[in-house]
């Protein structure tokens, strides 16, 4: 199987429909990563299909992200390749090391391990894991990250506060451009974490922030993108979130550190 050509739109609204997600998968997309698994991990309890090739959002150099539960070595590991044309991730797990990194998921907030596992296509399940850690990978999502400690919040008002002095002190626009570019992703992990909700990293951030746009009829991932280049409105936009949590930090700010 070859993999279609970049552009080829109906690639992505064919095919089968994974439970809870809505989203059209491309059947051939599901066929290479099984085949994968079959041939590469033969006793793999469990295997799943995520990413963007599941979410809807998939472009012409997405890869197919799989994830597979196996009992013991060579798990837990991570490759990368290339199989029936197409670039793969792989995600190679036993369910505790599956519990290791969505609990470091939960301490960052960011549900990077329950979501390649949670919204998937289940590509083998022999023992009914794929399908019970499928649903407890959804329902962990769903529930949402704990609420911000009085510290984490204070953490994040003050260093957002720091950017905005610097922001206020940047003498050239290449300083200007690179303070906002930071500025613009921790402003909106402020106000994803702050409403307990999920976060993330480059696109992922800007997907969440979307999402919160949705439910909540605001503009805060096309006011902050667009403060980039325009410092004023960026700071307009920052505050606005920043009131939502107290406001700006400087003068009060405490943070114990552990004893040595």
């Given at each position: 199987?070859?993999?279609?050509?970049?552009?080829?739109?109906?690639?992505?609204?064919?095919?089968?429909?994974?439970?809870?997600?809505?989203?059209?998968?491309?059947?051939?997309?599901?066929?290479?990563?099984?085949?994968?698994?079959?041939?590469?991990?033969?006793?793999?309890?469990?295997?799943?299909?995520?990413?963007?090739?599941?979410?809807?959002?998939?472009?012409?150099?997405?890869?197919?992200?799989?994830?597979?539960?196996?009992?013991?070595?060579?798990?837990?590991?991570?490759?990368?390749?290339?199989?029936?044309?197409?670039?793969?991730?792989?995600?190679?797990?036993?369910?505790?090391?599956?519990?290791?990194?969505?609990?470091?998921?939960?301490?960052?907030?960011?549900?990077?391990?329950?979501?390649?596992?949670?919204?998937?296509?289940?590509?083998?399940?022999?023992?009914?894991?794929?399908?019970?850690?499928?649903?407890?990978?959804l329902a962990e999502i769903a529930?949402?990250?704990?609420?911000?400690?009085?510290?984490?919040?204070?953490?994040?008002?003050?260093?957002?506060?720091?950017?905005?002095?610097?922001?206020?002190?940047?003498?050239?626009?290449?300083?200007?451009?690179?303070?906002?570019?930071?500025?613009?992703?921790?402003a909106g992990r402020l106000l994803?974490?702050?409403?307990?909700?999920?976060?993330?990293?480059?696109?992922?951030?800007?997907?969440?922030?979307?999402?919160?746009?949705?439910?909540?009829?605001?503009?805060?991932?096309?006011?902050?993108?667009?403060?980039?280049?325009?410092?004023?409105?960026?700071?307009?936009?920052?505050?606005?979130?920043?009131?939502?949590?107290?406001?700006?930090?400087?003068?009060?700010?405490?943070?114990?550190?552990?004893?040595?």
């Amino acid at each position: 199987m070859t993999r279609p050509p970049p552009g080829s739109e109906t690639r992505w609204l064919r095919g089968s429909t994974p439970p809870d997600t809505g989203v059209m998968v491309d059947d051939e997309a599901v066929a290479v990563a099984r085949q994968l698994v079959a041939e590469q991990y033969p006793d793999a309890r469990a295997a799943w299909l995520g990413g963007s090739v599941v979410r809807g959002d998939a472009g012409s150099t997405s890869d197919l992200d799989i994830t597979v539960l196996l009992s013991g070595p060579p798990a837990p590991s991570r490759r990368s390749l290339e199989y029936g044309g197409w670039p793969v991730e792989l995600f190679v797990h036993t369910e505790k090391s599956l519990r290791h990194f969505c609990d470091k998921d939960q301490v960052r907030r960011q549900p990077s391990m329950m979501r390649l596992v949670g919204e998937t296509v289940v590509l083998v399940d022999k023992d009914g894991s794929g399908v019970r850690l499928r649903q407890a990978g959804l329902a962990e999502i769903a529930a949402g990250p704990a609420a911000l400690t009085p510290d984490e919040l204070n953490l994040l008002r003050y260093g957002i506060t720091c950017l905005l002095d610097d922001l206020a002190d940047a003498s050239t626009d290449d300083l200007r451009t690179a303070l906002a570019s930071i500025l613009w992703q921790d402003a909106g992990r402020l106000l994803l974490t702050g409403s307990r909700r999920w976060s993330g990293t480059g696109k992922g951030l800007l997907r969440e922030l979307h999402a919160y746009d949705e439910a909540h009829g605001t503009n805060h991932a096309r006011a902050l993108l667009g403060g980039v280049r325009d410092p004023g409105r960026l700071v307009e936009e920052v505050d606005r979130i920043l009131d939502q949590f107290g406001g700006r930090l400087f003068a009060g700010f405490e943070l114990a550190a552990q004893a040595v």
